[in-house]
């Protein structure tokens, strides 16, 4: 098998396989980047969905904050390679969909930041709005392109 790089009879094969690389380097990048943002979402959908599950449960039973320490517990058991079920993330989740209780996932600017951006966020006790969001991940679209 002829080795593209090392052929160079007239230089256009180099050129030619360079720019090959160089497409297919793009189209990996950007399928990592796209397959990123769809597990974020995902995350971001599960720990809205959880933080929902938490509110309703509190509401209608009669576990109060045991309810908390114990699903901790046992989510951790269930899934000891997953981080992110303390009891603090638990609260947070909770904080998550008390904050943003009709959100429509995939139009929405939020669903698009990380969750330790949002964890932050809340931290601060500065929940931004939709607005904010867009406004936010717009300037670190054209970060990414300088």
Known sequence: MIDP????????????????????????????????????QEIIKLYWYIGQQLIEKQKTSCWGDKL?????????????????????????????AEYYPNIEFGSQAVTQLPWGHIQLLMLKNNFPTVEEIEAELNDDKANLKN
């Open 68 to 96: 908390i320490e114990t699903l901790s517990r046992d989510l951790r058991n269930l899934f000891p390679e997953t981080s992110g079920f303390s009891q603090q993330s638990l609260k947070r989740m909770r904080m998550f």
């Open 5 to 40: 790089v090392s052929k160079n009879l007239t230089g256009q094969f180099t050129k030619e396989y360079k720019a090959f690389l160089s497409a297919l380097k793009n189209k990996i990048l950007s399928s990592r980047m796209k397959a990123a943002l769809a597990v974020n």
